[in-house]
């Protein structure tokens, strides 16, 4: 895409691409360890503006090979994360549902996460694919609505770039 460049992961097969403008930092931590389900940061991306870092798009990976039955449906892994976002007494759901990534199911929740003793209201929009025994996360965060409504359209533009290559 004209204006873009291009994050890969080689290690972990995935791919997307985002504005050349917009700073990446490449994180690639491996979080969970013993029965923990692994959590792989790959990449941040944000604005490469004075307001950046209130708007950042974050991906990760979670192996789910351990989860059973619907757990690992597309479904069963929403219903999952919209019961880990409310276990946050400050977390407003405004929608979830399915949608299509690069032609694959997708599912995508968006969510307002409070900030305790503060009135600051986050807004998230949680996306993610499962492919190969792994949870592919995007998380979009902004501070405000204002700054999440300003780089919407980018980064549903961006996330439909998302890709992996094979297992």
């Not at 013993?34 to 604005?47: C, D, K, M, S, V």
């Not at 399915?98 to 307002?112: D, F, M």
């Not at 409504?149 to 094979?166: A, C, P």
Request: net charge negative.
């Amino acid at each position: 895409k004209e204006g873009y460049s291009q994050y890969v992961n080689s290690e972990h097969k995935t791919q997307i691409q985002f504005p050349s403008d917009w700073i990446k930092k490449e994180e690639n931590g491996k979080f969970g360890v013993g029965g923990l389900t692994p959590l792989y940061t790959l990449a941040t991306i944000q604005p490469n503006t004075t307001e950046g870092f209130k708007s950042t798009l974050e991906l990760e990976i979670n192996d789910i090979s351990k989860y059973t039955g619907d757990t690992k449906s597309l479904t069963g892994m929403g219903d999952f994360e919209k019961k880990s976002i409310m276990l946050s007494p400050e977390a407003t759901i405004l929608s979830s549902n399915e949608i299509q990534i690069n032609n694959c199911p997708a599912y995508q929740i968006v969510y307002l996460q409070g900030t305790p003793n503060t009135q600051e209201h986050w807004k998230i929009m949680l996306t993610f694919f499962i492919d190969c025994d792994k949870e592919y996360v995007m998380r979009y965060t902004a501070t405000d609505n204002q700054l999440y409504d300003k780089y919407l359209e980018t980064v549903s533009n961006m996330l439909q770039t998302f890709k992996v290559n094979g297992c």
